[in-house]
């Protein structure tokens, strides 16, 4: 499964944007106002014509690594 992460052109469209998303699919929130999102759920954007930018496009594999990687960081 491929993720992306998305940033909403217009503040205003940022929490209706959200909304929607987090209603269909798991959405990760990220600083200023990125979320990392399944590749998949860009429809539902689409769909309700919320326009957004495509920050960075990586596998689940990658996330999860990353994930990992940071949880086994000792603190």
Known sequence: MKMVKIKFKD???????????????????????????PFSALTVLDAINIPYEIIQVEGLDNVLRKIRDTASVKI
Not at 22 to 32: E, F
């Open 11 to 37: 503040a205003n469209d940022d929490a209706v944007g959200f909304l929607e998303l987090s209603k269909r699919t798991r959405v990760i929130c990220l600083q200023n106002d990125i979320y990392e999102i």
